[in-house]
């Protein structure tokens, strides 16, 4: 009798077991990539989306919603125990708190994984039955995606190109101290840490003035959004002109072989075990942001995002090329915060970031990856009012603003209707707008007053999802 019940136990924990295998083994899986340079709007983006996928009375233009065959979701552990948890209820509580605040952006890798219980559509929807479809979001900063050409660099010319670019005239005032600093060091000298440190945070400092100036494309990625490695030696290095006969313990020997590391420790295996493992990618972009910045940094973000988008489609002598077992079949770009224009202007946004992220584009789509730009605002900021003045009529956003949580309403400009009026004088080296002016001022969170089973408001969110995932609901 008492066999007979251990027996009957240890078969069902047996079955238990394999059933939990075949689930795990056999729900689809799809693998969202969500990146951005810093401040584009990520950690927003991830935080609303999963609570309007929970809650999705706001989500009609996802399919599968509006067919009403997503029958519930919900959150899950991560079954990849070595990533962080993307952490959506703080950045929740901090988006719906009384006096609600934007949450803290991200720095490293995270992930979530939110589960769908989807009842088929079409023939299929007759036999009953639903399938668990899991969707992985992998947050991550696009800063690391800068670091792709460094794998096929030497130290040497990593330097001398890192030198070239510090001396232009538009980073001057940026690269100043950094320079400085560096005439006073002798890269032959053997190696001193203090000098390694000083120089390594001399540049560090460089990057980030460089960044708060509205400039994007800055490697190594990890000086400015270090994750974990924070201090690490693979991080302690820096540029140095190559001396005549570097010998070994030089500094230039040191920075060269910790060059080395970081690419063999850093960047290699970011690569290898998170990004070669995409199915869909989002590229979120602050177009507005750079607009607003003026035509250099438009152009530096041109420039960033031709480098972040050539990594989905490395050449096929490219040491990347190979390890990129599943491929990314669709990629959308998303120029962020729409919710800083009035939706007239929203198209213009989004033309602006189509032709902004054009050649890289093109070439994704050859390789036959499917692409899409769209204006979103991952929370909604603001609410559209126009008003009359001498005559005309004047479209505005209004909402609490980021500096003094007053409400305001401000006419943020108007956005050309051909994109190249904004990409042209930016390519073609203009410092200023010529006769136009935009105002993106930030804007605080809304107090949200949400009732039970609603999610924040936001700009086509669902448009976005119905691109990435809707096929894979269907
Ligand atoms: P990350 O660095 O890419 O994670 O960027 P975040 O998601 O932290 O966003 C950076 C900042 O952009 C936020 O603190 C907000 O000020 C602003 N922001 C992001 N999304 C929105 C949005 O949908 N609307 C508005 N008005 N501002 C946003």
Known sequence: MLLNRITQSVTRSIEDTIEGIGE????????????????????????????????RGRMPQLKAVSDGRIRSTFL?????????????????????????????????????????KVRPSGLLTGLGGQRTIHLDIIDYPGEWLLDLPLMSQSYEQWSAAALEAARAPSRASQAESWLARLEDCDPAAKLDERTATELAEAFTAYLAASRAAGLSSMAPGRFLMPGDMEGTPALTFAPLPKPAKPGSGSLWRTFESRFESYKRVVVEPFFRNHFAKFDRQIVLIDALGAISDGPPAVEDLRTAMAEILACFRPGQNSWLAPILGRRVDRILFAATKADHLHHTQHARLAAITEALVKDARDRANFRGAKTGALAIASLRATVEQTIERNG??????RGRLSDNGEDGALFPGNLPENPSHILSPARHGSTEWEGAAYNITR?????????????????RLDRAMEFLIGDKLA
């Not at 990533?83 to 995270?110: C, G, K, N, Q, Y």
């Not at 949400?450 to 408001?457: F, I, Q, S, T, V």
Request: aromatic share 6%.
């Open 24 to 55: 795990a083994l056999f729900d689809p899986v799809i693998r969202l990539g969500v990146t951005g340079l810093s401040r584009a709007g990520k950690t927003v983006f991830i935080t609303s989306l999963v609570a309007n996928m929970l809650d």
């Open 392 to 397: 005309r009529q004047i479209d505005l956003v």
């Open 76 to 116: 899950q552990p991560h079954p990849d125990h070595t990533v962080p948890r993307f952490a959506f209820e703080d950045h929740m509580a901090a988006l719906t708190a009384p006096e609600p605040h934007w949450p803290e952006s991200t720095r490293s890798i995270s992930t979530l994984r939110l589960s769908l």
């Open 443 to 459: 804007f605080a969170p809304p107090k949200l007053d949400l009732r039970p089973g609603e999610a924040p408001p936001h700009i």
